[in-house]
């Protein structure tokens, strides 16, 4: 059974920082593309970043380029997000995906965690 547990999120001041986990199992997590997406309330998901396989490879969308940093730790199947210089607009739910990036997003394919809330706010 794929598990995707994600942590590590909070209630933080505009400009701060928070760094989100995300525990894999139940696949072979070395060898997926993984993403963060988040959501909004009475918003779509969003694609936030990925990373390749061996983690040298990462991508951002724009709205937090420069900001937030990906990484993954293939030995403990454990993806990261550092977060630094949080605005109120990154508020929401924040969740970790595997595979093609053009599915990251859709409810309907793969599997979802429970997500993991960040709200910037002062």
């Known amino acids: 059974e794929v598990q995707l547990v994600e942590s590590g999120g909070d209630m933080v001041q505009p400009g701060g920082s928070l760094r989100l986990s995300c525990a894999a199992s139940?696949?072979?997590?070395?060898?997926?593309?993984m993403h963060w997406v988040r959501q909004a309330p009475g918003k779509g998901p969003e694609w936030v970043s990925g990373?390749?396989?061996?983690?040298?490879?990462?991508s951002y969308a724009d709205s937090v380029k420069g900001r937030f940093i990906i990484s993954r730790n293939n030995a403990k199947s454990t993806l990261y997000l550092e977060m630094n210089r949080l605005k109120p607009e990154d508020t929401a739910l924040y969740y970790c995906?595997?595979?093609?990036?053009?599915?990251?997003?859709?409810?309907?394919?793969?599997?979802w965690g429970q997500g993991t809330q960040v709200t910037v706010s002062s």
């Open positions: 995906r595997r595979g093609p990036r053009r599915f990251a997003t859709l409810k309907s394919w793969g599997d």
């Open positions: 139940g696949f072979t997590f070395s060898i997926n593309d």
């Open positions: 990373v390749n396989p061996g983690g040298g490879s990462t």
